[in-house]
């Protein structure tokens, strides 16, 4: 007469549940490196627009100077013309160069390795 | 209906011919790992090792290949002398061994207080609770004996037994070191609990209990992943989970006298 086979906790059910615990600590690890991971390094920042030359539109009249119409007096001689400097504007702001972005700090590996100028 | 149950005497010399094939084994495996170690000794940049692992990778899909070494750098491997893998890998193990142990410290309350009795059939609810903290304490030993390798936390073998002398937070790693060997006494205990004795053995048992708080406050303390939401929720989710637990069960034991009284 065959008994009911009473279940048991097998050595099989003992492997894959430590299979299992393996690979959930492989899967943890992996996860805790990627959460570790330094960020990529951000990529440069670019120039920032800047007018380094205003638009000529923008550029105000430069002072010149201005002609007088006088009548000539007398012929072979030089004419005192009286000239007159046009009023000078407020002057506006010098247009300039961007400000150079921040250069990486660069030192040569083999720093006073060399035998400079022997 | 009677049931019979045949008992079945294995005899002196079967018992001897496995221990001799057992032994045999043994040697094979010993003299094949020299050999390897010896090939690899003699030559670490062309030997049997790096043929076979060579021929292997190259059977994987160029795909796979990539995917695989894109991981393993990120786990820090190959073990260079800077790589972190050891870091990441004690903290790994340590959360395993920590949820293992809480699995295992449920288990154990919930089969005394017969919850699982009439879903689960007892052998199989016994054999769990005796695999559980063997498994979880594999996990701690992993633990503990991979921070050996870590160059930066500085530990040696000393530290892993005597609690408190480490030098990385030393009271919170102490009560690990004490809570793992917590755990190695109280499987040990469960082996030799019929020459101690069942009263002494329960009463030891109750040191469970213990083991779990200690280390609930170690990973909690020690751990550089207790800055991060998910892990406090799992600690503030295990730790109530056993004192619910508890009282449940306190409660039915204190029901159960006053129905015997
Ligand atoms: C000799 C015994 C032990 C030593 C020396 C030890 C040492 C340490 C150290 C140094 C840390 C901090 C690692 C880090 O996160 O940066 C740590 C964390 C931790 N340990 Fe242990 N430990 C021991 C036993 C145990 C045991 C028995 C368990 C569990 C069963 C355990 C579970 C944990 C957990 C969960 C963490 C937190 C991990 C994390 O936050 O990522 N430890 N241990």
């Known amino acids: ?48 627009a800047w007018p380094t030359v205003a638009p000529l539109s923008e550029i105000p009249p430069v002072p010149t100077l201005m002609p007088i119409s006088m ?31 921040d250069m990486p700090v660069i030192q040569p590996q083999d720093w006073g390795n060399e035998s400079w100028g022997s | 209906m009677t049931t019979q149950i045949r008992s079945f005497n294995r005899s002196p010399f079967i018992d001897v011919t496995f221990v001799i094939l057992g032994i045999l084994l043994g040697l094979i495996i010993a003299l094949m790992g020299g050999l390897l170690w010896l090939n690899y000794q003699n030559d ?27 991981e393993a750098h990120i786990m820090g491997l190959p073990l260079t002398e800077e790589t972190k893998a050891y870091w990441y890998i004690a903290r790994s193990s340590g959360i395993f061994a920590y949820l293992l142990l809480w699995f295992a410290t449920v288990w154990g309350i919930t089969m005394s207080s017969k919850m699982t009795s009439t879903l ?7 054999g769990l609770h005796e695999f559980f903290p ?28 005597i609690p408190f002398i480490s030098p990385y937070k030393p009271l919170w790693t102490g009560l690990g070191v004490i809570a793992l060997q917590l755990c190695i006494a109280l499987i ?29 406050i170690h990973g909690l303390m020690a751990g550089s992943d207790s800055q991060f939401i998910l892990i406090k929720g799992m600690y503030l989710l295990t730790g109530l989970s056993i004192l619910f637990l508890t009282y449940y069960r306190l409660f039915t034991l204190r029901f159960k006298q006053k129905r015997i009284a």
Do not use: C
């Open chain 1, 1 to 48: 007469m065959s008994r009911r086979k009473r279940p048991k906790f097998t050595t099989n059910a003992k492997i894959t549940v430590a299979a299992l615990s393996v690979m959930g600590f492989v899967g943890g690890w992996n996860l805790i490196a990627h959460v570790e991971k330094p960020s990529e390094p951000e990529p440069a920042p670019l120039p920032t």
């Open chain 1, 71 to 101: 009548p000539i007096q007398e012929e072979g001689h030089a004419v005192g013309v009286e000239i007159q400097i046009a009023p000078i504007p407020t002057l506006a702001p010098i247009p300039t160069l961007a400000p150079l972005p």
């Open chain 2, 44 to 70: 670490p940049a062309n030997n049997i090792l790096v043929a076979t692992s060579s021929h292997v990778v190259g059977n994987i899909p160029t795909w796979w290949q990539t995917v695989f070494y894109k």
């Open chain 2, 120 to 126: 689960i059939a007892t052998p199989v609810t016994y």
């Open chain 2, 134 to 161: 063997i498994l979880a304490t594999i996990f701690a030993t992993l633990h503990a004996v991979i921070l050996l390798g870590d160059s930066y936390i500085q530990f040696n073998i000393i530290h892993l037994i």
């Open chain 2, 188 to 216: 040990v205990s469960f082996y030799i609990r019929k020459r101690t004795g069942h009263k002494i053995w329960r009463g030891f048992h109750y040191l469970s209990y213990l083991a779990f708080v200690l280390v609930l």
